[in-house]
Antibody
Framework: QITLKESGPTLVKPTQTLTLTCTFS??????????VGWIRQPPGKALECLAL???????RYSPSLKSRLTIIKDTSKNQVVLTMTNMDPVDTATYYC????????????WGQGTLVTVSS | DIVMTQSPDSLAVSLGERATINCKSS????????????LAWYQQKPGQPPKLLFY???TRESGVPDRFSGSGSGTDFTLTISSLQAEDVAVYYC?????????FGQGTKLEIK
C-alpha cells in the first residue's frame, strides 16, 4: 500500500524559505522508474506542478519557479524534501506530494496535502 | 511548455444524464514510437487530493466506475460520464505527461442541474 504524507510549516513570512518534507511508504525511490513530484494548488485555483525527482536523481523543475526550487531525496528515510526560497503571499497554497506511476507519468497516489500560508 | 486548456470551465448536468469535458493541448502529446497519448484525467472533490481516473488518455485506473470513459488522441481529448451520479460532483483536471513540466488544465467544475 503506497502512502505519502507532507509535513512542514503552516505559516511562513514573506521572503522566508519554505521547506516541505514528503514521507512515503510502500515503494522505494531506488527502484527503476519511480518518481515523486510536488504539486501545489492555491485556494480555489488549479493544480501546478513544481518539481519531480526520479529514482536516478534526475530532477525536473517548473521553468517559472526553477530559480527558487530545490528537490532532494533521502532514500534511507524514504523522504523527498522541497525547498522554495523567497516566499510571497501568492505562494499561499496547498502543497501535495505524489507518486509518479511507474511506466507512465501520471500521479497515481497523492498525499493529503498541507496548506501553507504566506503572511507577515 | 505544453499548455492544457479545458472546456467548459463549469458544467451543470442532470442526474442520469451524460457529462462531457474537453481538454486540448497546445501541441500533440501522442508519442509516435509507442502510439500512446501522454494524457491523464483526475477527479478532485472538496478537501481531497486529486484522484487518478485515466492514464494513456483512455486506460481506466483500477476501481473507477465504467460510467467514466476517456477518449481522444493527439491534441484533443474528452472525459465522458455516461450517467451522472451525485457522487460525481467534483472538479476534473486533465494533465499531460509528455514533457516536463507536466502541466494540468485549469479544471472543469461539474455540478448537478
Amino acid at each position: 500500500q503506497i502512502t505519502l504524507k507532507e509535513s512542514g510549516p503552516t505559516l511562513v513570512k514573506p521572503t522566508q524559505t519554505l521547506t516541505l518534507t514528503c514521507t512515503f511508504s510502500g515503494f522505494s525511490l531506488t527502484t527503476s522508474g519511480v518518481g515523486v513530484g510536488w504539486i501545489r494548488q492555491p485556494p480555489g485555483k488549479a493544480l501546478e506542478c513544481l518539481a519531480l525527482i526520479y529514482w536516478d536523481d534526475d530532477k525536473r523543475y517548473s521553468p517559472s519557479l526553477k530559480s527558487r526550487l530545490t528537490i532532494i531525496k533521502d532514500t534511507s528515510k524514504n523522504q523527498v524534501v522541497l525547498t522554495m526560497t523567497n516566499m510571497d503571499p501568492v505562494d499561499t497554497a496547498t502543497y501535495y506530494c505524489a507518486h509518479r506511476q511507474v511506466g507512465s507519468g501520471s500521479y497515481d497516489f497523492w498525499g493529503q496535502g498541507t496548506l501553507v500560508t504566506v503572511s507577515s | 511548455d505544453i499548455v492544457m486548456t479545458q472546456s467548459p470551465d463549469s458544467l451543470a448536468v442532470s442526474l442520469g444524464e451524460r457529462a462531457t469535458i474537453n481538454c486540448k493541448s497546445s501541441q500533440s502529446v501522442l508519442y509516435s514510437s509507442n502510439n500512446k497519448n501522454y494524457l491523464a484525467w483526475y477527479q478532485q472533490k472538496p478537501g481531497q487530493p486529486p484522484k487518478l481516473l485515466f492514464y494513456w488518455a483512455s486506460t481506466r485506473e483500477s476501481g473507477v466506475p465504467d460510467r467514466f470513459s476517456g477518449s481522444g488522441s493527439g491534441t484533443d481529448f474528452t472525459l465522458t460520464i455516461s450517467s451522472l451520479q451525485a457522487e460525481d460532483v467534483a472538479v476534473y483536471y486533465c494533465q499531460q505527461y509528455y514533457s516536463t513540466p507536466y502541466n494540468f488544465g485549469q479544471g472543469t467544475k461539474l455540478e448537478i442541474k
